[in-house]
């Protein structure tokens, strides 16, 4: 603390603004989405790469692979799928940007590029797997018929790649349609209606598979953290 | 409301996405029930859990034949 203090006093206040500037603006947090300055920023870039700005469409590119990559990732659960509606969606969205009326934030569209690439590969991979149909009434699996308490925060009994290791090998084991819905309502953020527009399902049937999801992860995770199954 | 009618508005619950007389309905049953009060727990938990959360790896080689695959791309619309 003390060499950083004396370090800060030796930077004029000028000097001091700008690292802080830089640091901030370097050391994004992954895990977060993006504040009002950096969707106000986000517009900005839109803008000219639409006008032809080459740089400005790379840095949206920078910005949002690591998260279309993890988004495709986590529909097709097969990387060189994952990979290829990646690059497609990035290609997609470069040529249809004229088309982009900036109705919602480029990301989300961006998102719904990358949902329709991995799913069509998921549905050419496992036809029978993703349906467009609602889970039939009557289907109760999703009921849980036990519930224990998981006692002091997970969060704290777990390191955080052991934690990673368990939501990764828990999530995988969801049937993709509930998946598909699961990762992007709960994992990317978007809404019901921006999940529906995209799996090319009714509102109806986001909900219905998504209280399903979340059920079915609740009890695959109490497998990890109720008080007396820690492995 | 019974048990089974909460774990069915479980996910509607914490999105606040039902009426004010059903949320009533829910924790009236939740101040009685201590199964249903963990199960709301936990399913906000996972719902947390997994929220942004970064469990794909982005290899530098994927990175790498984007930024090529890309590059390709704008040089050929270019011409």
């Known amino acids: 603390m003390y060499c950083v203090t004396l ?19 370097s050391t994004p947090n992954p895990h977060r989405l993006p504040s009002k300055v950096a969707r106000e920023d986000e517009h900005l870039l839109v803008a000219a790469a639409k006008s032809g700005d080459i740089t400005a469409f790379e840095e949206l590119v920078n910005r949002y692979e690591r998260k279309i990559f993890r ?15 990646m690059q497609d969606a990035f290609m ?43 889970p ?32 990764r090998s828990v999530i995988d084991e969801l049937p993709p349609d509930f998946r598909v819905v699961f990762v992007l309502r709960d994992v990317e953020g978007l809404s019901t209606e921006e999940t529906a527009d995209a799996v090319g399902i009714s509102e109806a049937a986001v909900k219905s598979r998504l209280l399903r999801a979340r059920l079915k992860l609740r009890q695959k995770l109490d497998r990890h953290f109720r008080q007396d199954g820690k492995h | 409301m019974n048990c089974d009618g909460v774990i069915r508005r479980v996910s509607s619950y914490i999105d606040g996405e039902l009426e004010a007389t059903v949320v009533e309905e829910i924790e009236f ?17 996972t719902v947390h859990l997994y929220y942004d959360s970064d469990l794909v790896d982005f290899p530098v080689e994927v990175e790498a034949r984007l930024h090529e695959t890309l590059r390709r791309k704008i040089r050929q619309d270019r011409k």
Request: charged residues 30%.
């Open chain 1, 7 to 25: 370090a800060v006093q030796s930077i004029q206040p000028g000097l001091l603004a700008n690292l802080v500037k830089t640091l901030t603006l």
């Open chain 1, 71 to 85: 988004l495709t990732m986590n529909i097709t659960r097969n990387r060189e799928d994952a990979e290829d509606a």
């Open chain 1, 92 to 134: 997609k969205a470069y040529s249809h940007l004229d088309k982009f009326h900036e109705d919602s934030r480029f990301y989300t569209w961006l998102v719904r590029i990358a949902a329709n690439e991995a799913l069509m590969r998921l549905r050419k991979r496992r036809p029978n797997q993703v349906s467009l149909d609602e």
């Open chain 1, 136 to 167: 039939m009434e009557g289907e109760d699996d999703f009921i849980p018929q036990q519930i224990q308490d998981w006692g002091p925060s997970p969060e704290q009994r777990y390191a955080q790649t052991e934690m990673r290791d368990i939501l």
């Open chain 2, 29 to 45: 049953d939740l101040r009685e029930c201590q199964d249903c009060t963990i199960l709301v727990q936990q399913t906000r938990l």
